[in-house]
């Protein structure tokens, strides 16, 4: 299937219909719901309300999904985490390309969103944003700056910080990493999946999927 280019010369999957003959070509290419697939996971969707960076609702709906290989490794680091006594708690993980667009247009600080020129691997259904919670409590392990904090302290290498702190960053950062999984260079809570340049940007709401 041909898709047609958006202004920035990027191809978009914007169609109902071109994501699902892609998905019945090859399965890889569906988006899960990772609560579905994960039944303990648990999911603060931020952008579903208005307690996040752009102070506005951006998602009708508080879901999660991801393509099934990036679900398939999710479930598995949930397992080894539990064991431990810790568990996943997500932010945001599919984000359509229109909200990637929104977020570019008001965001004071440009490198912590991705450019709409190249897109976010979010739009990839290939990044996740998360944290640890203990198991026990539901609370979140203490990590160097609330999720979405556009500060230096949020970067992965900073090292100011209480140890408590650095261990619970490690924890997360090395377990993500040991399933496929890179967290990006300012944003501790961002992990792209290794395998994301396979998978096309997509512009669909979750309603729609
Ligand atoms: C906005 C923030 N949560 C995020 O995901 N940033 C990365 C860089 C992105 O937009 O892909
Ligand atoms: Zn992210």
Redesign the pocket.
């Known amino acids: 299937q041909k898709l047609k280019a958006n202004p920035y010369g990027l191809q978009v999957v914007n169609s109902y219909e071109d994501y699902h003959s892609s998905y019945a070509k090859d399965p890889k290419n569906k988006l899960i719901e990772i609560q579905k697939a994960i039944p303990n996971i648990k999911l603060d969707i931020r952008y579903a309300t208005k307690n996040n960076?752009m102070n506005q609702v951006m998602y009708k709906e508080a879901r999660a999904f991801a393509r099934k290989p990036v679900v398939e490794q999710l479930k598995k680091i949930q397992f080894a985490l539990n064991k431990k006594g810790y568990g996943l708690k997500i932010f945001?993980a599919y984000r359509p390309y229109t909200i990637?667009l929104a977020?570019y247009q008001k965001a004071k600080d440009k490198n912590?969103?991705?450019n709409p020129k190249k897109g976010?691997?979010?739009n990839r259904g290939c990044?996740i944003?998360l944290t640890l919670i203990d198991l026990k409590t539901g609370k979140e392990l203490q990590m160097p700056t609330p999720y979405?904090s556009f500060a230096a302290q949020a970067s992965p290498s900073y090292s100011n910080l209480p140890a408590p702190v650095i261990k619970n960053r490690t924890l997360l950062i090395t377990t993500m990493q040991a399933y496929g999984f890179r967290v990006?260079t300012n944003?501790w809570w961002?992990f792209d999946f290794v395998g994301w340049k396979k998978y096309p940007l997509m512009d669909i709401p979750f309603e729609k999927l």
Do not use: G, L, R
Request: glycine fraction near 0%.
């Open positions: 960076f945001d990637t977020f912590f969103v991705a976010s691997k979010h990044a944003d979405d990006i944003e961002h």
